[in-house]
């Protein structure tokens, strides 16, 4: 599976972004999608994911109440939508698949997209 992820800028304060994450593979549908992100200098950090079907979504507690994870298997895309954003939020931002697992670990995500970088001024 090859992931394209996209969407990243440079944003104020408060203003909202919405990240796109395009999957080449016609069994979109059978993975678990998951949005990870990495500060410069830090570890990645989990922060959304949602299952096959998009029945079942989590979310790090830095993400509840401001960010949605979201997917369109007819359009193999997984989207992270980001509300009221912070300055703690800057960081590249992967899109990541995997097959088996409602995962929250990097370890447990086979497949990952390149990043796009989110910027966010205060």
């Known amino acids: 599976v090859q992931l394209q992820a996209s969407g990243g800028g440079l944003v104020q304060a408060g203003d909202s972004l919405r990240l796109s994450c395009a999957a080449s593979?016609?069994?979109?549908?059978?993975?678990?999608m998951g949005w990870f992100r990495q500060a410069p200098g830090k570890e990645r950090d989990f922060v959304a994911a949602?299952?096959?079907?998009?029945?079942?979504?989590y979310y790090a507690d830095s993400a509840k109440g401001r960010f949605t994870i979201s997917r369109d298997n007819a359009k193999n895309t997984v989207y992270l939508q980001m509300n009221s954003l912070k300055a703690e939020d800057t960081a590249a931002y992967y899109c990541a698949a995997n097959p088996w697992y409602k995962g929250t670990q990097v370890y447990e995500y086979d497949y990952w997209g390149q990043g796009t970088q989110v910027t966010v001024s205060s």
């Open positions: 949602i299952t096959w079907s998009g029945g079942s979504t």
């Open positions: 593979s016609r069994t979109f549908s059978r993975y678990v």
